[in-house]
């Protein structure tokens, strides 16, 4: 029971680091004179961490064992939290970059630790651990603004503020120091490496499909609140906007994962939260102001949605602990690493066009690809590695 809390806690901690720059990137950029493109490079950082330092998880598990490890990279986050409240540039992208790294470990290690230690409850701590990762996105996007607010109108306390749950769970987790999974292989059993995966065609669907998704939700989540703040809404309604995206996400990340554990397949997911993505998108394209609520509560359930999904996937695709293991380095790492261009695209076709159309027409373009790739990696079978390494 306390691992599946200290797992949710660590969840909580997984995408406020990223997820507060979104709304508070206006008064970054009017503090430190970013330009649009220099703040897409900041809010593409993370994810490209998540994407580059994922090989790290798997290496570090091997030493420490995965509850050590978790511990650890609560650590790193906290500490890389604290470093961004620093004054300079530098110490804004070194605090953004740890932060990245210990959240690219705690990516990969979750469906690790769900595979070892839950194996029948694979749904519900799926369902547990993306509710409260998609909830306290949600939470960060809605309260990152109003406490910068509160506390002298600077962005640093609306970055700052994110440290305390990372403390919270470090309380929790540490208990787990030391001790390792119940179904974590024998010293000396051999290992599916993640380069045994690279030719399996299955391992690859699942990988493309969690990038593309990523790219649209973290392209969403660092330009929303400019897209609707281009239209005349001031900066704390937009950040609400994606706040509330996030909190209607909740639903779907509190049940898609049971019921796509259950299901014989997971194609008729794919096409569900495709055509949500492609209405809100559409929306905001042609009528922004009109009824922005609805637009993002469509955004919102639409993308919320299929990263859950893409989650599961990794942890039935995968088959045994070992393989799942190795998927999900594979697919956080190639993943993320594709996904990073999204924010960095999107900003960099704003910077060029002058407007926000072109770059919300490129992200309705995405979901044609996404959707193709997200059938293919829903089909019922699993991952078949050639060999495995020690």
């Given at each position: 029971m306390l691992l599946a809390i200290g797992m949710v806690?660590?969840?909580t901690n997984l995408r406020p680091a990223a997820a507060a720059i979104g709304p508070l990137i206006d008064r970054i950029k009017s503090d430190t004179g970013l330009s649009a493109t220099g703040a897409g490079a900041l809010t593409?950082?993370?994810?490209?961490?998540?994407?580059?330092?994922a090989p790290l998880a798997p290496a570090l598990a091997r030493r420490l064992g995965e509850r050590t490890t978790a511990a650890l990279a609560l650590v790193v986050l906290l500490t890389g939290?604290?470093?961004r409240l620093v004054p300079g540039l530098g110490f804004l992208f070194l605090g953004t970059a740890l932060a990245g790294a210990a959240i690219a470990v705690g990516n990969v290690l979750l469906p690790v630790l769900v595979r070892g230690n839950f194996p029948d409850r694979i749904g519900p701590l799926t369902s547990m651990y993306t509710t409260a990762l998609v909830g306290f996105a949600?939470?960060?996007a809605g309260v990152s603004v109003p406490v910068a607010d509160a506390l002298g109108g600077g962005w640093r306390p609306?970055?700052?503020?994110?440290?305390?749950?990372?403390v919270i769970a470090l309380i929790v987790w540490a208990p787990q120091l030391g001790r390792r999974s119940p179904a974590r292989p024998a010293p000396g059993t051999p290992v599916v490496s993640v380069r045994s995966l690279l030719r399996d065609p299955v391992a690859w669907a699942v990988t493309l499909f969690f990038a593309l998704q990523s790219a649209g939700f973290y392209a969403t989540l660092a330009w929303l609140p400019s897209v609707f703040h281009s239209h005349g809404l001031s900066t704390s309604h937009a950040g609400f906007l994606l706040s509330l995206s996030l909190i209607f996400g909740l639903i779907?990340?509190?049940?898609v994962p049971s019921l796509a554990a259950r299901a014989s397949h997971q194609r008729q997911f794919v096409l569900v939260f495709v055509a949500f993505i492609a209405a809100g998108w559409i929306g905001v394209l042609t009528a922004p102001t009109s009824v922005p609520y609805l637009w993002v509560v469509l955004l919102g359930i639409g993308q919320n949605a299929m990263?859950?999904?893409?989650?599961?996937?990794?942890?039935l695709r995968g088959g045994s602990v070992t393989s799942t293991g190795a998927l999900s380095t594979m697919v956080q790492t190639f993943g993320y690493l594709i996904a990073a261009a999204g924010p960095l695209v999107i900003g960099a076709v704003h910077d060029i066009s002058g407007s926000w159309t072109p770059p919300l027409l490129v992200l309705l373009a995405l979901l044609v690809p996404q959707t193709v790739i997200g059938l293919e990696a829903a089909r019922n079978r699993t991952v078949s590695p050639p060999h495995a390494s020690v």
């Open positions: 806690l660590l969840a593409t950082l993370p994810v490209l961490c998540f994407g580059a330092l939290t604290l470093v949600a939470l960060s609306g970055l700052a503020i994110w440290a305390v749950p990372a779907p990340a509190l049940t990263f859950p999904l893409a989650l599961t996937l990794i942890v």
